[in-house]
Structure formats: structure tokens, C-alpha cells
């Protein structure tokens, strides 16, 4: 994981404008990692506000819990078994992310990702805006294997969708001169 993307940590309790980007997924099995690979190369190109936050997320299923809640707009990149071609991407809105998260499991953090969505609904504290930009995955069961070259190259165009996306957020976002650099967007 890159040292920019966030990890767990203190949460801002300013929810009328936090945009949580996440990427959850397991890099140990080949395209199940997309997500947070697709988090990295956002961070990697883009400076955000301070209302952004990007994180990698990982597997951690319902420890994730307290970032949605905290987050009035969540964008998720993920691997979503959508039944098409290996690297083809959706984006979906609304009450649809959970149904597609839950539609075709294809790994174990769906089920978890999917719980996690339903307890913030029923704590009263979903996100008001919701998306997820997933990707088909060609391979999901190779441990240590890294994306396949169909699904790595879709990371430029899932990270121009995020920042389109963003940007009818609200959000603007200025591309890094120099790759990773941590100067904060204004």
C-alpha cells in the first residue's frame, strides 16, 4: 500500500461535506486487489481537499463501519463479478451498490462490505451520495498473483471516472506535477 493512501485513524465528525473514496479488496489474490490498487493510483495522480479522504480498506469488512458512518458521499472501487468480460467496468449508484456488492460474491470482504452498508443504513447514517466503480475480474484465485493485464489496464480510466465523478461532488482535484507528492489540494 502507498504511505499517502490513508489507513484507519482518527475520524473527522464533520459529516455535511467528508467524501470517503475506498478501495476494499485482498492484493495477495490477483484481481481481487483491484480496489485498493485503483485507491493507489488515484492518490498516486490526484491531490484532493481535506475533506477527501482515500483509503485502503482493504478486508476489513465491519471494522469500516465508523468510515461510512462518518461519510456523507462514499465512492468504492472494487472487483464485482458483473457476468461480463474481464476488464469491463460499471458504475453503479445509489441503493444498486449494495445488490451488485452482494450479486455474485467473489470474494469473502463482499459479504462483510455488503454488512457494512446495511448497519449504516440501519444506524440512520448512510452516506447520502453513493457509488461504486468495479471492474470485472479475470482471475480471483491465483495467490500472490498480481492484477492481469486486462484488469490493470483499467486503472487509468476507473481513476478519470473518480475524478469526473468527484468533481460532480463538489470536489476539486488537481493532478500531482510530481507523482505521490504530498503537497493538500486547496
Not at 473514496?21 to 485498493?36: P, Q, Y
Not at 455474485?104 to 448512510?126: C, I, P
Request: aromatic share 6%.
Amino acid at each position: 500500500m502507498s504511505p499517502k493512501t490513508s489507513q484507519p485513524g482518527p475520524i473527522d465528525d464533520d459529516r455535511h461535506d467528508g467524501i470517503l473514496v475506498l478501495g476494499i479488496g485482498n492484493l495477495l489474490w490477483a484481481d481481487e486487489g483491484f480496489g485498493v490498487r485503483a485507491v493507489e493510483a488515484l492518490d498516486a495522480g490526484w491531490r484532493f481537499p481535506a475533506r477527501v479522504r482515500l483509503m485502503d480498506g482493504g478486508t476489513q469488512g465491519l471494522a469500516l463501519l465508523p468510515y461510512v458512518r462518518a461519510s456523507s458521499s462514499l465512492l468504492i472501487f472494487d472487483a464485482v463479478d458483473f457476468g461480463l468480460a474481464p476488464g469491463e467496468i460499471c458504475m453503479i449508484h445509489g441503493d444498486d451498490v449494495p445488490r451488485y456488492m452482494g450479486a455474485k460474491k467473489v470474494s469473502m470482504h463482499q459479504t462483510g462490505f455488503q454488512e457494512v452498508l446495511a448497519a449504516a443504513r440501519m444506524l440512520r447514517e448512510y452516506p447520502q451520495r453513493l457509488a461504486l466503480i468495479g471492474v470485472q475480474p479475470a482471475v480471483l484465485d491465483d495467490y500472490g498473483g498480481g492484477l492481469r493485464p486486462e484488469v490493470g489496464a483499467c486503472l487509468p480510466r476507473v481513476v478519470s471516472m473518480a475524478v469526473d465523478l468527484l468533481s460532480t461532488w463538489g470536489v476539486v482535484a488537481e493532478r500531482r506535477t510530481v507523482p505521490g507528492d504530498n503537497a493538500g489540494a486547496a
